[in-house]
């Protein structure tokens, strides 16, 4: 049971290049979520999805979109990253109203 | 909307010394508290949690009343070791659609012997 895994771990992009991280659960929850942790500001929602096919938006979406074709997996895209983008990404998985359960994050640098 | 407010830190202790962190929150209806920790190099884990009003979540010697009247969920522990240094983030949870959780800044804890 490896519970919620993503990848990459580290990514160093330039500014306007484009990539997707991948994040994945094996433990049957309906919710997923994508958080960015910036110092000083705790962790703030991008968006998130209460099942498969359905996504919605958080706090911050602008320069973001996502995609949860499989109920396991829900992907985190930059279209066109810019050096505000660089932060800590994490992922997070829950049951309807319980507990979120993270992974251990992606550390993106964007020159 | 909802809001969570913790002490900054970083806190620095010495080995077996008496720890609080303090939080309160504001908030709609009947939120859920929790205290979440991140070792270095790692994502969230949740430590404890409390459902209603006085209630007390306890994990690993670590102790938080939800208190109503007060609006807090301070975090507590009679003698911190050095393992448990960590970033602690103080967090509400409301369901409202799905399971929107408003996490506090964190407060950085450094144990030294």
């Known amino acids: 049971n490896a519970g919620v895994t993503q990848t990459p771990k580290f990514r160093v992009l330039k500014t306007g290049q484009s990539m997707t991280l991948l994040c994945a659960q094996d433990m049957n929850h309906e919710y997923m979520y994508w958080y960015r942790q910036d110092p000083g500001m705790g962790l703030r929602l991008i968006h998130y999805?209460?099942?498969?096919?359905?996504?919605a938006k958080g706090e911050v979406p602008d320069g973001y979109n996502v995609s949860r074709l499989k109920k396991q997996n829900f992907l985190l895209g930059l279209e066109s990253a810019a050096p505000s983008q660089t932060s800590v990404y994490f992922c997070?998985?829950?049951?309807?109203?319980?507990?979120?359960?993270f992974g251990p994050g992606t550390r993106l640098t964007v020159l | 909307g909802d809001s969570v407010t913790q002490m900054e830190g970083p806190v620095t202790l010495s080995e077996e010394a008496f720890l609080t962190i303090n939080c309160t929150y504001t908030?709609?209806?009947?939120?859920?508290l929790f205290w979440y920790v991140q070792y270095p190099g790692e994502g969230l884990q949740l430590l404890l949690k409390a459902t209603k009003a006085d209630d007390k979540g306890s994990n690993k010697g670590f102790e938080a009343t939800y208190r109503k009247e007060t609006t807090s969920f301070h975090l507590e522990k009679g003698s911190v070791q050095v393992s448990d240094s960590a970033v602690y983030f103080c967090?509400?949870?409301?369901?409202?659609?799905?399971?929107?959780?408003?996490f506090g800044t964190g407060t950085k804890l450094q144990v030294i012997p």
């Open positions: 999805s209460v099942g498969e096919g359905t996504t």
């Open positions: 908030a709609t209806g009947y939120p859920s």
């Open positions: 967090a509400l949870g409301n369901s409202g659609g799905y399971q929107k959780v408003t």
């Open positions: 997070a998985s829950s049951l309807i109203t319980d507990t979120q359960y």
